[in-house]
Every structure is written in structure tokens, then in C-alpha cells.
């Protein structure tokens, strides 16, 4: 089974401390890091793949990300905004700039209370 990449592969790599990689990935106002060390933690986690673990997050924020959307029925249309709003076969969907999730499900015969 692969590992997948973590904060302390992108410290070791990047010749900084975890908190530094912390810091300069959540962009944190009052770091005091140097342009050359943030560039080269930007670099060490390209190179490395390193994308945040999702779940930790929201262990830790206790919040998911996550949309629950359940209908009787769901509408196959395009939105204006060209994206087609739902599809009712159970499928996740991005929804842009807000980084969270929208799970559909269409349920045949749902009484919602």
C-alpha cells in the first residue's frame, strides 16, 4: 500500500520544521517566514504531491465540508451558471469556490417531515 504524502515529508524535504510547512500552507498572516523558504515549501510539496488530508481536517475543524441534498426527485436541468443540478444517482459534485461537497440522493417515495 502506497503512504500517502504528509505535512512531515513536505518539512523534511523542504529543510523546515512542520510548523513552518503549516504556516506557509494555510497562510498564516502573522508567520514569519521568508519569501525563499515559502517558495521552497511551495516546491517540496508540488514536487511531493502533497495535498491536505481532508478527514484530519475535519476531525480537527469538526466541520465536513460535506452538503446533504435528499428529494423525491431531483432535477436533471442546467443552472445558469451552466453547471446541471443534480442528477439522482447518489454522485458527489464540487461545489466551486467554497471547497465543499454535495451529496445527492434521490429517494423514490420520501415523506420529509
Given at each position: 500500500?502506497?503512504?500517502?504524502?504528509?505535512?512531515?515529508?513536505?518539512?523534511?524535504?523542504?529543510?523546515?520544521?512542520?510548523?513552518?510547512?503549516?504556516?506557509?500552507?494555510n497562510?498564516?498572516?502573522?508567520?514569519?517566514?521568508?519569501?525563499e523558504?515559502?517558495?521552497?515549501?511551495?516546491?517540496?510539496?508540488?514536487?511531493?504531491?502533497?495535498?491536505?488530508?481532508?478527514?484530519?481536517?475535519?476531525?480537527?475543524?469538526?466541520?465536513?465540508?460535506?452538503?446533504?441534498?435528499?428529494?423525491?426527485?431531483?432535477?436533471?436541468?442546467?443552472?445558469?451558471?451552466?453547471?446541471?443540478?443534480?442528477?439522482?444517482?447518489?454522485?458527489?459534485?464540487?461545489?466551486?469556490?467554497?471547497?465543499?461537497?454535495?451529496?445527492?440522493?434521490?429517494?423514490?417515495?420520501?415523506q420529509?417531515?
Amino acid at each position: 500500500m502506497n503512504k500517502s504524502v504528509g505535512i512531515k515529508d513536505v518539512a523534511a524535504a523542504a529543510g523546515v520544521s512542520v510548523t513552518t510547512v503549516s504556516h506557509v500552507l494555510n497562510d498564516v498572516v502573522y508567520a514569519r517566514v521568508g519569501a525563499e523558504t515559502r517558495e521552497r515549501v511551495h516546491e517540496a510539496a508540488r514536487r511531493l504531491g502533497y495535498g491536505p488530508n481532508r478527514l484530519a481536517q475535519a476531525l480537527r475543524t469538526q466541520r465536513s465540508g460535506m452538503i446533504g441534498f435528499i428529494s423525491e426527485e431531483i432535477a436533471t436541468t442546467r443552472t445558469p451558471a451552466g453547471s446541471f443540478w443534480g442528477r439522482g444517482d447518489g454522485t458527489c459534485s464540487r461545489i466551486p469556490h467554497h471547497d465543499h461537497q454535495l451529496h445527492q440522493h434521490q429517494l423514490p417515495g420520501f415523506q420529509g417531515k
